[in-house]
T-cell receptor
């Protein structure tokens, strides 16, 4: 029944080693989002896609990139993870101006 | 000033209590409003949308005051299972090709603990 699926649930990587998180959806929503959430903080929007149009938040570091090869899939690439990038990464989808549906999240740890 | 501000909390209430959360937002052009709940180490889940006329879903009542830029959530007859973080969420709205869609701004969240 899962409609927004994130893989993996837990990811451990080394300092500076590139990592890719994935998100897929069965809802056919045209908007997909990536959020970063650190402990005891609100989710922070990194970027989103409206169909194929990519929209980066002004304060998202260049270290974070995203790809959306088709409607169903969206990837978050962290080129050189630092210790400060350890967080929960949440993918969400929505139709235009509708509430967002979140995946279970990927918890990223940096060694 | 934060775009979305919530009661600092945490709230610790006994089962059966009524508890109210407040939230203010700074962008008067905000278009839609939601309450999400987030359990520990889980993803946010939509609790309810908030409509201008106010709306109720079982034990939960949400109110919106656009003039004051204020949103509230009332929980009646609290259950142990209501323990969670409650996030006030505002859709600022953005445009792409003339179509508005949602960019959510989350409040810090208010922790609720319901005890026996």
């Amino acid at each position: 029944d899962a409609m927004v699926i994130q893989n993996p649930r837990y990811q451990v990587t080394q300092f500076g080693k590139p990592v890719t998180l994935s998100c897929s959806q069965t809802l056919n929503h045209n908007v997909m989002y990536w959020y970063q959430q650190k402990s005891s903080q609100a989710p922070k929007l990194l970027f989103h896609y409206y169909d194929k149009d990519f929209n980066n938040e002004a304060d998202t570091p260049d270290n974070f990139q995203s790809r959306r090869p088709n409607t169903s899939f969206c990837f978050l690439d962290i080129r050189s993870p630092g210790l400060g990038d350890a967080a929960m990464y949440l993918c969400a989808t929505s139709r235009v101006a509708q509430p967002q549906h979140f995946g279970d999240g990927t918890r990223l740890s940096i060694l | 000033r934060k775009e979305v501000e919530q009661d600092p909390g945490p709230f610790n209430v006994p089962e059966g209590a009524t508890v109210a959360f407040n939230c203010t937002y700074s962008n008067s052009a905000s278009q839609s409003f939601f309450w999400y709940r987030q359990d520990c180490r889980k993803e946010p889940k939509l609790l309810m949308s908030v409509y201008s006329s106010g709306n109720e879903d079982g034990r939960f009542t949400a109110q919106l005051n656009r003039a004051s830029q204020y949103i509230s959530l009332l929980i009646r007859d609290s259950k142990l299972s209501d323990s969670a973080t409650y996030l006030c969420v505002v859709n600022k709205g953005s445009s792409a090709g003339g179509t508005s869609y949602g960019k959510l701004t989350f409040g810090q969240g208010t922790i609720l603990t319901v005890h026996p």
